[in-house]
């Protein structure tokens, strides 16, 4: 279909039931070919019944969308039916955030299959979400905001020495994925990080999907002198 003279390819992928209800070979290559379609996919939506409480699989799937590093955006669904919309908001916010701690913003949005509403803005979403995805962003402006975050937290000390962060390079887009050469890169913690992924996020514009680093180990140019 075409968004605003975007074309864009919908994939309508089978539900998946709880893993208990896999019972058949013809379910388990449905659920096969679902991860397979979110593998090829840029942005995935989950669709949830906004009248239904989350599932252990929506958080499965959801999951396994950031895992296979693609953007992720949440749809309650039959929103025309809810009464209390500000609490089943909070509710719903609520269990995604404490289960979803690869990402800091959550997209949730809302819908009515039955009449359309909503439907506009989550294309729109999906348009914002696509362009963030492709964005790269240039080693010597990423290297001085990466400096003036790390003066200003650094990391923990290694056996009372600096470990010391040389420098960050991105090396792909789709998902946003960085290279962080240091001194000790076993000894970063994940709250460190997560602290580094969050604010990329927040500083180039990565909302709604992951954010991969590697570590590597920064070679001593005086070693072998």
């Excluded at 995805?133 to 003036?148: D, H, P, Q, S």
């Excluded at 962060?165 to 998902?175: A, D």
Aim: aromatic share 8%; glycine share 4%; hydrophobic share 35%.
């Amino acid at each position: 279909f075409i968004h605003k003279s975007k074309e864009y390819i919908l994939i309508d992928t089978a539900g998946i039931r709880r893993k208990s209800n896999i019972t058949n070979l013809i379910e388990k290559y449905s659920v096969s070919n679902t991860f397979n379609e979110i593998k090829k996919s840029d942005i995935c939506v989950l669709l949830i019944d906004a009248n239904d409480n989350i599932k252990k699989q929506d958080l499965l799937i959801s999951n396994k969308v950031l895992e296979f590093g693609k953007g992720l955006i949440i749809v309650l669904n039959k929103w025309d039916s809810v009464k209390n919309k500000i609490e089943i908001r909070k509710k719903f916010l609520a269990r995604l955030k404490k289960s979803l701690t690869q990402i800091k913003e959550i997209n949730l949005n809302t819908i009515s299959g039955l009449n359309g509403d909503g439907v506009p803005k989550l294309l729109d979403e999906i348009s914002k979400i696509h362009n963030r995805f492709g964005n790269r962003v240039e080693t010597n402006v990423l290297n001085k905001f990466f400096k003036y975050i790390v003066e200003k937290t650094p990391p923990p000390l290694v056996n009372g020495k600096k470990n010391a962060l040389k420098y960050i390079t991105q090396v792909k887009s789709k998902p946003p994925t960085f290279i962080l050469f240091c001194a000790y890169p076993n000894k970063i913690s994940k709250s460190y990080i997560r602290f580094i992924q969050n604010s990329l996020r927040e500083s180039y514009n990565f909302q709604g999907m992951q954010i991969k680093i590697l570590l590597r180990k920064s070679d001593n140019p005086y070693s072998n002198k």
